[in-house]
């Protein structure tokens, strides 16, 4: 495709500006990460951008990437502020074990394998901030979670061939970042107004 450089820029600077939503929440309050999440999303992309520069992803690979900067801006930011925890509760725990099981999965798998691994790590990266976002939703900014879909939305927009192997990271991407938001929205409102 011959603009996708710019389409892939965008993306990246949809994901930027993500993180600054997120770190300007972290400073008004009551906005506070889930560092586990928070920490997979920032390796999992960075794994899934060497896989699909390798794969030939060419400029469909800088969303990828930036969904990985972004994350560990927030999460470096959080840490100096001392803000959100790493909330290891079994749940998060099994997580984040299932999730680094996959990572080093997708990490030295090829192909389908490779994919299917970066799948499941990003699936049980995102459960704890979703089971958070439900719980208390007001310790989350959808705002955020739509830009990050956006962000990722570029990557599928920006691949010159399409095929599941480039495509999947990024459209499960969307699909956990509306869920996400969706979520906060709902909850939020709900809380709000308890008779609806």
């Known amino acids: 495709m011959i603009y996708a450089h710019y389409v892939a820029l965008f993306g990246f600077a949809i994901q930027m500006a993500a993180a600054v ?36 992803a060419g400029w469909a690979a800088l969303p990828v990437f930036a969904a990985g900067l972004a994350p560990t801006i927030v999460l470096l930011f959080a840490i100096g502020r001392k803000s959100g925890t790493w909330h290891f509760t079994p749940f998060s725990i099994l997580c984040l074990v299932i999730s680094l099981i996959a990572l080093v999965i997708e990490f030295f798998g090829y192909g ?52 599941f192997v480039q495509a999947a990271f990024p459209a499960l991407v969307v699909t956990l970042m509306l869920i996400i938001a969706l979520t906060i929205l709902l909850r939020k409102r709900s809380v709000h107004d308890p008779q609806t």
Do not use: Q
């Open 21 to 56: 939503i997120y770190c300007r929440s972290i400073v008004l309050a009551p906005v506070t990460p889930n560092r586990v999440s928070w920490l997979l999303w920032a390796v999992i992309p960075l794994v899934a951008t060497f896989i699909a520069l390798r794969d030939g």
């Open 112 to 163: 389908i394998v490779a994919v299917i691994a970066v799948l499941i790590a990003e699936l049980a990266a995102s459960l704890p901030t979703i089971h958070k976002a439900w719980r208390h939703p007001e310790t989350e900014s959808a705002l955020t979670y739509f830009f990050s879909m956006t962000s990722a939305a570029t990557a599928l927009i920006a691949l010159e061939t399409w095929a």
